[in-house]
């Protein structure tokens, strides 16, 4: 029997796509009947007063969840999120329902072993509730009480051998696409370098220093699977610099309607014959590809490494071989003055172990924000107020005209003084013996 | 309840302490054949929806089985996914950023066998626990915020517009029948913790509502000086008032500087804005992040407010489908919907929506404004 009636949420039951209601009234059934015997930690009942709670903001059309206060473990500032109910009378099951969030591994592959850990500890020590995935890429273990986040963590880190990710004014969890792992796109190993930066920033993770909070992403090719160039202040995005890969055989194969064009991904509908010409050569958004006399020729030094070509035919075409990434940063939500999308920084970086070079550039970054940035500023917005001129000073990088979309519309340049021949110190007294009053 | 030590020590919290090992590696959960030829994938192929075959330089094939989830997900169902990974994946799965879930397997009878299988199991509400589908163009799963389920300052649910938003597009999950990949993702605030803002379509849920000031426990909960600063318009000030008789500081709002951004209530508990009137959906959409044939781009707004409407929030259903049916019937192929939207016209896209353009639409914040005003003779009766 349903602790709490739920007459709307019951109406997300039905409808083919999973229901997230039926899933935690069966975790409700589950943790009722509890068939191992389990000492549970936190209220048995939480999933039952969620969905009451939940049930309640659905009548009310507000939530019904306080700020988080500060909790945490020890000698850690992030990772733990504090929420309680503003209900909690009627619903003591969720009066204190704190998130967790646990790194994920890079890439979101897994052994069932390990989640298996992971469902225990939650069943015994929280609410048998996650999100798999939230937003930035952790684990995200929802629901549980004071008492036992150090009793989470010390099982996590001495049984799971694993960690919390990030919150608050820190280096939020990096996250990166699959890679090379199972994408013939990578041009860098996403996981291996994600993976590296996290552990090797794993003070700046679990330690607040920063004005806000600071995101990495890792995006193998410009496909952007990850949304490195949208949602991180340091978007790091695989490319190539020579030519692309091209098998003439497999392009006939294409063209003489062998082959599945578009890896098949448009195979749902009727959309005539494939054209190389109209689908792949017209497309090129630089035009500097040419199919004659059955073949497919690309002007590379023309090519901005769009992906479309590849991806309508990847047999035929593949990435070239001097692989690295361009570095972008300054990607964040429309908060506070509207949404921006990383700029492009380094167009071409060497990423391989231990990637010295690409640390370099974060650590120069990191100096100047943790410097200049105001409180709740992102790095972004740091840019845009201390100019992107700043931006290569600091990283010592040089200008480029890769650097802009286009040149600026306004003469207002603000020289240095050493860029003007003689300087600005100059004397009146000179100035009046050639020009009268 | 007895309590169960982990072996923790609270007497002596740095006995035996382990801190700064971060994540497992990745390593240690790769499947045999992708460990064995990873960096060495030739080529992909989406055999049909929901199946991904992957062939490496070495000849070696593994086919995926990808299957829809709801985020927020219990133990008993990832328990689920670990027994069906047991039994047909040698314990081996992943997950997809988009809170989709991938199984691995060698042959493509597997393959097929799996997903009769998975697309058999329901939940005991009759939906679907592994929908199978999500690749190529087509909708794929939203990736979405906390909402009512979790957060403080939402102006609408999450978990809840985007199973009503999802089985209102299922056939375009399971189908590859799109123009292109069409991403939709849900944030439940302007905070948009999930970033929203590259979005093919985004569903966006809004306050309307300027805070109420808490003025008996304000000077107590907050910082004032913090909750002055965080207002992005400068609508808020320090003052005094009083309170039964008694001088109290306090902050005044300039309720008509007020854009709704709930960044003040974030600093401080005693200026809530959550209203049932007052809150909703705002949709946005031609937002993409590929660099494919087009730049990045933001997405939109162009329905600005849609009320509240649990469990199903029938009228913002209505308008996605309204949108995804017109940008199917009307792009061309590679055509994503922002580009289909730019190449009509803005002023096109919303009569063949069937959305009513409003003053709410032109953008009236800051400087980046004017740019989007329309500085040209060249547009469509
Ligand atoms: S971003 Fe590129 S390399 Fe990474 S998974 Fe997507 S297509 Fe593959
Ligand atoms: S990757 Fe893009 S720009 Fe380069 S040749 Fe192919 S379609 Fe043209
Ligand atoms: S988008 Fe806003 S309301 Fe929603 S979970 Fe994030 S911060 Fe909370
Ligand atoms: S909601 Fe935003 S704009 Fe309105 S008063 Fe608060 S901080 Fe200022």
């Known amino acids: 029997m349903a602790k709490h009636k ?20 069966q975790e409700c059934a589950s943790r009722a009947k509890n068939a191992k015997g389990v ?267 769009c992906m479309h070509c590849i991806n309508a035919m990847p047999r035929a075409l593949r990435i070239g071989n001097d692989r690295g990434a361009s570095i972008l940063c300054g990607a964040k939500a429309p908060i506070l003055d509207g949404p921006q999308m990383s700029s492009l920084l380094v167009p071409f970086i060497k990423a391989e172990e231990p990637y010295d070079e690409i640390k370099e550039i974060v650590e120069n970054l990191w100096d100047w924000w943790m410097e200049e940035g105001k409180n709740r500023e992102r790095l972004g917005e740091t840019m845009k107020r201390l100019s992107f001129q700043k931006l290569l000073e600091v990283t010592n990088q040089k200008a480029d005209a890769r650097h802009v979309r286009e040149p600026r519309h306004n003469p207002y340049i603000f020289w240095k003084e050493e860029e003007v021949k003689g300087g600005w110190q100059r004397d009146i007294a000179d100035y009046r013996k050639k020009h009268q009053k | 309840m007895a309590f169960i030590s982990s072996g923790y020590n609270p007497d002596k919290p740095m006995e035996n302490r382990i801190t700064d090992i971060g994540p497992r590696h990745f390593g240690d959960f790769l499947p045999p054949v992708i460990k064995k030829n990873k960096g060495k994938w030739a080529y992909h192929e989406i055999l049909e929806p929901g199946i991904l075959l992957h062939v490496a330089d070495s000849g ?122 069409v991403r939709i993702a849900m944030a439940c605030c302007l905070n948009m ?25 304000l000077d107590n909960m907050c910082e004032v000086p913090l909750a002055v600063a965080a207002c992005p318009t400068g609508a808020i000030r320090p003052t005094k008032t009083d309170f039964q008789g008694k001088q109290v500081a306090t902050v005044a709002i300039k309720q008509e500087r007020c854009m709704f951004c709930g960044n003040c209530y974030t600093m401080c508990p005693s200026l809530p804005l959550s209203d049932k009137e007052g809150d909703g959906i705002a949709i946005m959409v031609g937002g993409k992040i590929s660099n494919r044939i087009t730049r990045p781009a933001f997405s939109k707004v162009v329905v600005p407010f849609i009320p509240n409407e649990p469990p199903r929030w029938p009228s913002m259903t209505k308008v996605i489908k309204k949108i995804l049916d017109a940008y199917s019937k009307d792009a061309r192929k590679y055509e994503r919907l922002g580009d289909w939207a730019n190449r009509i016209g803005w002023e096109r896209f919303f009569e063949k929506c069937g959305l009513e353009f409003s003053h709410h639409l032109i953008d009236d914040f800051r400087d980046p404004a004017y740019y989007t005003w329309r500085q040209t003779t060249q547009f469509k009766f």
């Open chain 2, 60 to 181: 070696d094939k593994v086919y995926t089985v990808r299957v829809g989830a709801a985020r927020l997900m219990s133990i008993s169902h990832i328990r689920e996914i670990c027994d069906i990974a047991d039994k047909f994946c040698g314990g081996h799965l992943r997950f997809t950023t988009r809170n989709n879930v991938e199984f691995m397997v060698g042959t493509e009878d597997e393959a097929k066998a799996l997903k009769k299988e998975l697309n058999g199991r329901k939940f005991a509400g009759g939906s679907h626990k592994f929908p199978v589908g999500g690749t190529g163009a087509g909708v794929t799963n939203i990736v979405h915020t906390q909402g009512w389920v979790h957060c403080h300052t939402p102006a609408t649910d999450a978990s809840g517009t985007v199973k009503a938003t999802m089985d209102a597009v299922f056939d375009e999950f399971v189908n590859m029948r799109l123009p292109a990949p």
């Open chain 1, 39 to 305: 000492d549970y930690q936190v209220p048995a009942d939480c999933p039952d007063d969620l969905l009451g709670v939940l049930e309640m903001s659905y009548v009310d059309g507000e939530t019904h969840w306080k700020h988080g206060g500060i909790v945490g473990v020890f000698g850690y500032g992030g990772g733990v999120i504090g929420r309680y109910c503003d209900q909690p009378e009627m619903f003591p099951g969720v009066a204190h329902f704190h998130t967790v969030r646990v790194n994920q591994p890079s890439g979101l592959y897994y052994t069932t072993e390990f989640l298996r850990q992971i469902c225990d500890l939650w069943e015994l020590r929280g609410s048998g509730l996650t999100n798999m995935h939230g937003s930035t890429g952790d684990i995200v273990l929802l629901g549980t009480t004071t008492p036992q986040l150090e009793e989470i963590f010390f099982d996590l880190t001495h049984k799971m051998n694993t960690d919390l990710g990030g919150s608050g004014s820190n280096l939020r969890t990096p996250s990166c696409c699959l890679g090379q792992s199972r994408c013939e796109f990578a041009c860098i190993d996403t996981q291996q370098l994600c993976h590296d930066l996290t552990n090797t920033y794993q003070d700046e993770l679990h330690r607040p220093a920063f004005p806000y909070k600071f995101k990495f992403k890792v995006d193998g090719c410009p496909n952007g699977c990850v949304a490195a160039i949208a949602r991180s202040d340091f978007s790091i995005i695989g490319t190539w610099r020579d030519e692309i890969r091209i098998d003439q055989k497999a392009v006939a194969a294409y063209v003489g309607g062998e082959i599945k064009p578009n890896a098949g991904a448009h195979a749902g509908r009727d959309w005539g014959k494939f054209d190389i010409q109209k689908e792949v050569v017209d497309r090129c958004p630089t035009g500097c590809m040419k199919f004659e006399g059955g073949k497919l020729e690309i002007n590379n030094k023309e090519c901005v490494r």
């Open chain 1, 6 to 25: 739920t007459p709307l949420l019951d109406q997300l039951e039905s409808g083919p796509w999973p229901s997230f209601v039926s899933d935690i009234k």
């Open chain 2, 193 to 217: 913790c999930g970033a929203v803002h590259c979005s093919d379509i985004a569903i966006l849920g809004i306050h309307r509502k300027p805070p109420i000031i808490d003025h008996e426990h």
